[in-house]
């Protein structure tokens, strides 16, 4: 197989030689190189145990004539930037990743990449590096962690946290249980939050071997699963197969549908778009919102429902989905398999993957139809919405599968805050009332990063005289864990000017789900029609303007001063 590689090797002796001094041999650097970049690091279960995997995938690509080289550049986790400034910096690290792993893969010639995560930012961040860069690769999921006692997940503290705050709510006994057994193993939370969800959205997208979302990361199969990727990318770069060739407009219209039918979070409505950005694509928000009519939501997964992300993987995973409801899917997009989404899938039920997983159903007393519900009896149809109005003229999101149905519509008097921290603390204390509606502004992508709102939102659900009584309206983002009336990514956002800098508290908030509609519908507690509405906000506009950001440094002020809008993406602007 010819070396990518080799032109450049004659101009300078110094590259064979820094190679060598690696640790390679003389036939090693004649044979095609094979980057290995994972995000391997100390930083959260998520990432800590993704040496093993690379070690499964280097082993791969030495059986099949190749030479790999690992890379790293770690990543950070939502849930340890929870309540703090560091939470700023979390959409923003996508950004970080995906320019080192171009740093890497650009200085030297490889012949292919595989990538390696499982987290949040990090599995958009290599799809989106994998676009950018173009040369053959495949990507490998970190998998999925145990559940906890009484399969409870990691999100067990929001109910903790909020309690931690309230004199006499808890124990320490009862705070230092749920330390210990809170994330009980390596891989990502095992609910259908934003990390489970980008490593089925990298399966959909036709970018990892079929089957290997979320296996659970302490078992076998995961480890088999980074072996054979690291065959496959031999076979990738032998026929010159990549991303874009896999990454069709019609493998995004697959992703979104997978991501309807599993009650996926919201977050994939920012990292698909800037992922398919890096190829030329365009997904407008409404694509999310026409495929989302059409899909039989079938995932019974926490948060939209009561399973966790192992027992999904043991009913099947994202094949299984695929399957049921195929007669949607685009069948003859390419994967990195070499093969049609549709030879896969028949090749899966001739291996006895379907069947031999599900026995481990049987251990937890669950059948498939229990976590995937067949697709006659779904109770509804897509899991996410897109809202538009006068509120937010560009568009918001909203994941109706995990919000109840009584608080589809609401209509209410805004409570406004400039800060989430302003939200939560007004929570813990008592000062929000029931049918508030809470307005949580300059949390865009250029007001402060775009951070999760996840304290805020666990605080009302976790507070029996908030929980489905209360909603939550933002121009920042939420957590895949996020349950209830939560509407985000409102644009144009408080920081550029967006309507939603200039509702105050006492103004009627409407919003209806079914009709696609935020509104506000009311001044200073009375309602008005939209024209004096309009008058109104515009004035204020005029007098208050926005109010300045603090002043900034770093990548934190690179972000924040040219990321686009979250319907676009949340990414750098050109």
């Known amino acids: 197989m010819e070396q990518k590689s080799a032109p450049e090797r004659l101009l300078w002796a110094q590259f064979d030689a820094l190679q060598l001094g690696s640790g390679w041999n003389e036939e090693d650097i004649t044979k095609p190189q094979i980057l290995i970049e994972d995000v391997f690091g100390d930083s959260h279960p998520g990432s800590v145990h993704l040496n093993r995997l690379a070690e499964q995938a280097k082993f791969g690509v030495f059986e099949t004539g190749g030479y790999p080289a690992q890379f790293h550049a770690t990543d950070i986790c939502d849930g340890c930037a929870q309540g703090h400034n560091g939470m700023n ?27 390696l995560a499982s987290c949040d930012k990090s599995v958009p961040a290599h799809l989106k590096a994998a676009a950018r860069i173009g040369i053959p ?22 109910d903790i946290s909020l309690r931690q705050k309230r004199d006499g709510a808890i124990s320490p006994e009862e705070v230092r249980d749920y330390k210990l057994t809170g994330c009980p193993s390596v891989g990502a939370c095992t609910f259908m939050g934003t990390a489970s969800t980008m490593q089925c959205m990298a399966e959909a997208l036709g970018m990892s071997l079929p089957g290997s979302a979320l296996a659970p990361a302490t078992m076998r199969d995961i480890l088999s699963l980074s072996r054979r990727a690291g065959k496959a ?27 309807g039918a599993i009650g996926g979070s919201t977050n994939a409505t920012i990292h698909l778009p800037s992922i398919a950005r890096e190829l030329g694509i365009v997904l407008e928000p409404e694509l999310f919102d026409e495929i989302n009519h059409k899909i039989p939501h079938i995932g019974n997964i926490n948060p939209s429902g009561a399973h966790l992300t192992e027992s999904f993987w043991f009913a099947g995973g994202v094949p299984m989905v695929q399957c049921m409801i195929k007669e949607h899917l685009y069948l003859d997009v390419m994967t990195v398999t070499g093969k049609t989404l549709g030879e896969n899938l028949e090749q899966l039920e001739k291996e006895g993957f379907f069947a031999r997983n599900e026995g481990y159903l049987a251990n937890y007393g669950l059948k498939r139809e229990d976590v995937l519900i067949p697709v006659k009896k779904a109770r509804e149809t897509g899991s996410i919405a897109i809202l538009k109005g006068n509120l937010a003229p560009e568009g918001s999101v909203v994941k109706y599968s995990a919000c109840a149905e009584d608080m589809r519509s609401q209509k209410g008097p805004a409570r406004v805050y400039d800060s989430e921290e302003g939200a939560f603390n007004a929570v813990v204390k008592g000062d929000i009332d029931p049918g508030d509606i809470i307005v949580i502004r300059y949390e865009g992508p250029r007001g402060s990063g775009m951070p999760e709102m996840l304290m805020t939102t666990e605080a009302i659900v976790c507070d029996s005289r908030l929980d489905g009584k209360v909603s939550l309206v933002t121009d920042g983002r ?3 864990a996020t349950r209830g009336a939560a509407i985000g990514h409102v644009s144009p956002e408080a920081a550029v000017g967006g309507p939603i800098a200039f509702v105050e508290t006492g103004d009627i908030i409407e919003f209806d789900i079914e009709k696609r509609t935020l509104n506000v519908v009311g001044i200073c507690g009375k309602e008005a029609a939209p024209e004096e509405v309009e008058r ?14 603090p002043g900034r ?22």
């Open 89 to 115: 910096i979390i959409l923003a690290s996508r950004e970080a990743i995906c320019d080192m792993v171009e740093v890497h893969a650009s200085v030297n010639p490889w012949d292919g990449m595989i990538l």
């Open 478 to 480: 939420f957590s895949g």
């Open 536 to 549: 109104v906000l515009d004035e204020r506009k005029r007098r208050n303007g926005v109010i300045p950001r």
């Open 233 to 259: 990318i031999m076979e990738l770069v032998k026929n010159n197969l990549t991303p874009a060739k896999i990454m069709t407009k019609e493998a995004f219209i697959n992703a979104i549908a997978v991501h």
């Open 137 to 158: 690769a495949i990507f490998v999921p970190g998998g999925s962690m145990r559940p906890g006692p009484n399969m409870t997940t990691s999100l067990v503290a929001g």
């Open 553 to 574: 440094k770093g990548l934190f002020k690179r972000y924040t001063e040219t990321a686009l809008s979250a319907m676009q993406g949340a990414g750098y602007g050109d």
